[in-house]
């Protein structure tokens, strides 16, 4: 090593003479040596968001109380958590070494001294007192610098910081059990934008100041909050947040255009479900909870961190909110039915949660009654999260360490299989959605809050359409469900539809391509039989027949049917206009309506009034939940 650079991690790293000399014979992380390539030119490529940056309490150097997100004030954040008696040169001194840089690149680049702050925060309180982080970062400070040197008041303070930040840390223990004073971690250096959300993570590997500035840079020239890509989205004002992110309308359109919704556009506030849960809902009875499995607040967050957690499926990467979307009415519009782990087909429709509290029978058979059995479902299903076992998922969760205590905190007891399928159930229960405009018309009695048109359907729907003979309503509620399983004819042409030699293939906006069937057969999965409750039953009249569906938020859930063959709700109405499918089986309600194409409008008018009035609040509060990194 030459002699500058030995002096240099010295000097500005202050560590001992002993760790210098390992430091000298040591392979020194990308960050102390130049770039062996000419970084990116800012602007020139994108920085997603990674997610929103969690807050804090911290105590400054001298020993203010103050939050991370008070200190994040509109900034430029770059963001380390270090130990300041660190001596792994490749550890915390490399992490101060790298902000140390940019510290002193900043003078040649007043553009963006003024934009960007430094936070270091130490994760050994006990050690890092204020006065500690005080001295520590004498060295680094000078006129115009703006570098701010954390700690917290305790243990208990630092550790939902770190586990927001899905900063792992370990204290070391020597071979008598008694602790080091070192910690084993990963170094992760984060940048956060002037909107608090995280837009690039460096590990030791791309730690280096070229590289940092670079992104810096092209953060700063990003012309709206909004921007992720090249182009900006809708305004706020203009878009709905209750479509598919990746909406493909139009799509077989030559002259289709995307409208796609930039990640950060959507809009990320916790809500207090369980105080939402217990208000009653215009249009629905009072939630229904069962004894044995009362809501709480612990058991209802513990609920939706598994719920979004994608570290609960075999490899990692598939989530129950990943089939269930919350911005698509926590079903999935985008696909007739869900792929799981590994693109696995999985043969049905994903149903909404919306108002599953609701239900007595679950799953597209009714195989299930509680939602505290159904949630094992698809956790242990090959092609939906693939879990070998209960045992696995259990022990998986018992690894994890920012679950440690959630399961004590909301049962009174570590994670098993009951708690698992009770915190699922307690947060899918809070998932109501009332208060359509249907409901203020028919059970508030606002006469203007529902269309003419759609007034018009509804005594369609409850007359000559016989709608309702399914679907119910009451003189108090209306659940739009008779928690029953019929056969419609869907599933009976599903079995025994013959599928045409060429099938067209859409490439692209207005192509397709005729591709004959063998040619897919080649590269696609043979698709699954479905009997529907006849497979739960073995009774031979069960055959084809499913859960009739809520109706509420229907203009959220497309495709419709269980096996998501149907895309649009004119397109369903027609279709028991038409009498369903005759086969031996089918539901006697099934029938020809004879309904004029007005009717089938009206029809239509009245099922879009059936969306919820604040489904907007469940929506953002699920993007604000972790997905587990």
Request: with cysteine; charged share 20%; aromatic share 8%.
């Amino acid at each position: 090593m030459p002699n500058n650079l030995l002096f240099a991690l010295l000097a500005v790293f202050a560590i001992s003479p002993a760790a210098a000399h390992e430091a000298a014979s040591a392979t020194l992380a990308p960050g102390y040596r130049a770039l062996p390539f000419t970084a990116p030119q800012p602007g020139s490529y994108i920085l997603p968001v990674l997610g929103s940056a969690a807050d804090g309490s911290v105590v400054d150097s001298s020993g203010k109380p103050v939050s991370l997100h008070a200190l994040y004030d509109g900034k430029i954040v770059l963001l380390s958590f270090i130990y300041a008696t660190c001596n792994d040169v490749n550890g915390c001194p490399l992490a101060t070494g790298v902000l140390q840089q940019i510290k002193t690149r900043l003078k040649n680049k007043p553009q963006l001294s003024g934009k960007l702050r430094l936070i270091t925060i130490s994760f050994d309180p006990e050690h890092d007192t204020p006065e500690v982080m005080r001295h520590y970062g004498q060295g680094f400070q000078n006129a115009g610098s703006d570098w701010r040197f954390l700690t917290t008041k305790s243990e208990m303070e630092i550790l939902p910081i770190l586990q927001n930040y899905q900063q792992s840390i370990d204290k070391e223990y020597d071979a008598q059990g008694r602790l080091t004073g070192k910690f084993s971690h990963l170094l992760r250096v984060f940048l956060i934008d002037s909107h608090q959300r995280i837009r690039n993570i460096y590990t030791i590997s791309v730690l280096h100041p070229d590289m940092i500035l670079a992104d810096i840079e092209t953060l700063l020239r990003e012309s709206s909050p909004a921007v992720v890509g090249n182009h900006a989205p809708e305004s706020a004002d203009a878009t709905d947040p209750l479509r598919p992110g990746d909406d493909k309308s139009g799509y077989a359109d030559s002259a289709y255009q995307t409208h796609t919704q930039a990640l950060n556009a959507r809009r990320e506030k916790p809500a207090d479900l369980f105080r939402r849960a217990r208000q009653p809902m215009l249009g629905l009875p009072q939630l229904p909870t069962p004894k044995d499995n009362p809501l709480t607040p612990a058991k209802i967050a513990l609920g939706r961190k598994l719920f979004h957690d994608r570290r609960l499926s075999l490899n990692q990467t598939i989530s129950c909110a990943m089939c269930h979307i919350p911005e698509q009415g926590y079903t999935s519009r985008e696909q007739a039915t869900a792929t799981g782990i590994e693109g696995r087909s999985v043969r049905r429709n994903a149903p909404t949660l919306y108002n599953a509290a609701y239900l007595t029978r679950l799953f597209h058979d009714g195989r299930e009654s509680t939602l505290e059995n159904q949630a094992w479902g698809p956790l242990l299903a090959a092609n939906e999260m693939g879990n070998p076992s209960i045992g696995y998922v259990v022990d998986r969760l018992a690894m994890l360490a920012d679950y440690t205590g959630l399961f004590q905190k909301a049962f009174g007891r570590e994670a098993g299989m009951e708690t698992v399928g009770q915190a699922l159930a307690a947060y899918q229960r809070t998932l109501v959605s009332g208060n359509s405009a249907f409901d203020r018309w028919y059970f508030g009695k606002e006469h203007k809050a529902l269309s003419p048109s759609a007034q018009a359907g509804f005594a369609l729907f409850t007359g000559k359409g016989g709608c309702s003979s399914c679907h119910l309503v009451s003189g108090k509620y209306a659940l739009f469900t008779d928690n029953d399983l019929h056969n419609t004819g869907v599933g009976y042409l599903d079995s025994m539809k013959i599928q045409p030699t060429r099938q067209p293939v859409q490439v692209a906006p207005g192509i397709a391509l005729d591709v004959d069937g063998a040619s897919i057969a080649q590269v696609a999965e043979i698709k699954a039989g479905d009997l529907g409750r006849y497979e739960i039953t073995q009774r031979p009249e069960d055959r084809w027949k499913y859960r009739t569906p809520t109706l509420r938020n229907i203009a959220l859930t497309a495709p419709y049917m269980h096996n998501g063959s149907v895309g649009e709700l004119k397109s369903v109405v027609q279709f028991y206009n038409r009498g369903g499918i005759a086969n031996e089986t089918l539901d006697p309600r099934i029938h020809a309506l004879g309904l004029s194409e007005q009717e089938i409008d009206a029809l239509v008018d009245f099922l879009s009034a059936l969306t919820g009035s604040d489904n907007e609040t469940l929506v953002a509060d699920a993007f604000a939940a972790p997905i587990g990194n």
